[in-house]
């Protein structure tokens, strides 16, 4: 149960996907302009995560090892294409505001990463906690950053006005160059408050975490 | 002329990274050197045409024709992933040096939503074949130029001192954002 | 060679059964997801050409073919249970290629029928320019105008382009032509459709 606990939790803090490992940010930076549509991106990649790690994990012993990219590609693309039919069915105007980015969720390496790095040698069990803790994870990440862009660059909240009233939204945060250096002083404070918990321990100041593709365990080249 | 709008739009209006936020995770995995941002940049342009092209002759002739469109990323990125294994055993067989420099950067592509994006871009916008090959180069050499510009600037910033926090990722994120704004200009211009 | 066959039987078997899995969720959601796009695309244009109406055009919506055996997706338009006019999609050529305009028709009980409105459902226009044709100034002078002689004042007509915009402007007149005379085609099937 501890095991089990810990395979979920990891995903909510101290591996939060897009704040810790620096993986899948196109997502994070292009659907981040309010908090509905990053609350909304996150809740498909949960569903298509949580599913793609499960089918991975049942199927681990009989997908042989030369063809396993293979198999779990098209696992995650059957997931997403069965994402964008429900949600054209159910949620369209989302599914207008996410736009390209839905069938995209296929190339964000958390879903193929965690099938090869997790998923592939971990019970069922143990990969459905993995893949809905860092679902979470993502999809709080996405709303907190749409979040604080929505506030600032339309003065709202959810769509509900939160600022005082004389407030001059500041356009630039939901733009692109907004999203990159708004995604970038997240990055920043993450590292300062990492740093500031070391200090209390007696720790040295380390530099945040690297971003090489590495990360994402799909691919084992070694870049400089 | 139009094909000049076009191209010029791709690179600097609608810049695949800077302005519609695909392909981020190369472009901040692989701009720590110039070197390595061509050698990157160069893979793309040269995947991510032959991917378009081979999707928009998959989708007229295959999916379309039989009423698969919803069939559409999954066809796609098998698409894209087979022809990235059938590029490196190419070249690896063929093209020796062009392999020992490209390479290593083929398997990142797979994953790379540049490439897919830039597919399913030119689905929806509905080009014609040659469109598709016109964007898909020019949104390519986009990518490459954005890429090694980044690379150029991070390889400046190791010279300074930077608080500690901010070093890495954080910085070259803040500085994509500064090239972004710059090139934010070039929607004024286009309008 | 057992390697090998099971490789390609575990890739078959994994292909196949997402394929049937996605064409019998495509089946189930494929009814709704029509009705969503029309709402969600088509719902807007028809909210701006039809104010003043009680019930839900794309709920009622019928397929009608014109003289070439051609269908198109009609919405009729019904106040206190009367029906008060329909409209329907038509196509011009943009500056950035195709326009969507959905016109709609004014029905009379006399038999004389005038232009409800038009709509645009989808572009790709200049924006701030070709965009313009979204706009009041040019959508209303096709409010109540008669189904003859509908041309830009460049062309002897009465409608005034926007300014700068002569392309889109062509192509919205154009494709409101187009739709007049699959109007006057279609229009006797109308009330068995729709009633009156």
């Known amino acids: 149960m501890s095991t089990l606990w810990k395979e979920f939790s990891k995903g909510l803090w101290r591996d939060l996907p897009p704040f810790r490992l620096v993986l899948g940010l196109c997502p994070v930076l292009a659907v981040t302009k309010t908090a509905d549509n990053g609350l909304g991106m996150g809740l498909a990649v949960i569903f298509v995560l949580t599913l793609s790690n499960v089918f991975v994990s049942l199927l681990r012993n009989i997908i042989p090892s030369k063809v396993r990219i293979a198999c779990f590609i098209v696992i995650a693309a059957s997931l997403v294409v069965c994402v964008e039919l429900l949600m054209q069915a159910f949620a369209y105007p989302l599914y207008q505001q996410l736009g390209i980015f839905v069938p995209l969720i296929v190339v964000n390496c958390i879903i193929l990463g965690r099938a090869e790095a997790f998923a592939s040698k971990n019970t069922v069990l143990m990969s459905t906690a993995d893949g809905l803790g860092l679902g979470i994870g993502f999809a709080l990440s996405l ?10 660059g339309y003065g709202t909240l959810f769509g509900k006005s939160v600022m005082w009233s004389g407030f001059e939204p500041f356009t630039f945060m939901i733009e692109a160059p907004g999203a990159f250096v708004c995604l970038g002083l997240v990055l920043a404070a993450m590292n300062a408050l990492t740093n500031w918990q070391r ?5 040295e100041a380390v530099e945040g975490p690297k971003h090489d593709c590495k990360a994402c365990g799909m691919c084992n080249t070694p870049l400089k | 002329m139009d094909y000049f709008l076009l191209v010029i739009g791709a690179i600097f209006v609608n810049n695949i990274v800077l302005a519609q936020y695909l392909g981020n995770c190369p472009f901040i995995g692989t701009s720590k050197e110039t070197g390595v941002a061509i050698g990157m940049g160069f893979a793309v342009v040269f995947v991510a045409t032959m991917a378009a092209t081979i999707t928009w002759l998959v989708q007229k002739n295959l999916l379309a024709p039989n009423d698969l469109g919803y069939l559409q990323t999954i ?24 392999y020992n420099s490209l390479g290593i950067f083929l398997p990142l592509i797979t994953t790379n939503c540049a490439v897919l994006g830039i597919a399913i871009i030119c689905q929806r916008e509905e080009f014609t074949l040659v469109q598709t090959v016109v964007y898909s180069i020019a949104s390519g050499a986009g990518f490459m130029l954005a890429l090694v510009v980044l690379a150029s600037i991070r390889e400046r910033l190791d010279m300074v001192r930077i608080p500690i926090a901010l070093r890495g990722t954080p910085m070259a994120l803040i500085m994509a954002g500064l090239m972004s704004l710059a090139f934010f200009a070039f929607k004024g211009m286009a309008a | 060679m057992m390697e090998m066959i099971r490789m390609v039987l575990v890739l078959s078997l994994i292909c196949g059964a997402s394929g049937f899995t996605l064409a019998t969720i495509r089946d189930a959601t494929a009814q709704r997801v029509e009705e969503q796009e029309l709402t969600y695309v088509q719902g807007p244009a028809l909210n701006q050409i039809f104010s003043d109406i009680d019930n839900n055009p794309v709920k009622d919506r019928a397929r009608i073919a014109d003289a070439q055996g051609q269908e198109h997706i009609v919405f009729p338009a019904r106040k206190d249970g009367k029906l008060v006019g329909v409209a329907f999609q038509s196509f011009g050529k943009g500056f950035g290629g195709d326009l969507g305009i959905m016109v709609g028709f004014a029905v009379d009980q006399g038999g004389k029928n005038e232009l409800a409105g038009i709509g645009v459902t989808t572009m790709k226009e200049t924006p701030g320019v070709g965009t313009r044709i979204t706009e009041g100034d040019f959508r209303n002078q096709f409010v109540s105008h008669p189904l003859d002689d509908v041309a830009l004042k460049s062309g002897g007509g009465d409608i005034a382009a926007v300014s700068g915009a002569t392309v889109s402007s062509t192509g919205a007149v154009a494709a409101v032509n187009h739709a007049i005379k699959t109007f006057n085609e279609i229009k006797d099937k109308i009330p068995s459709e729709f009633g009156s």
Do not use: N
């Open chain 1, 143 to 152: 709303t907190f950053l749409g979040a604080l862009r929505e506030t600032f």
């Open chain 1, 199 to 203: 200090g209390v321990k007696g720790l």
């Open chain 2, 75 to 98: 066809a796609f990125i098998l698409v894209i992933a087979s022809l990235v294994q059938f590029v490196e055993i190419f070249l690896k067989k063929m093209v020796p040096p062009l």
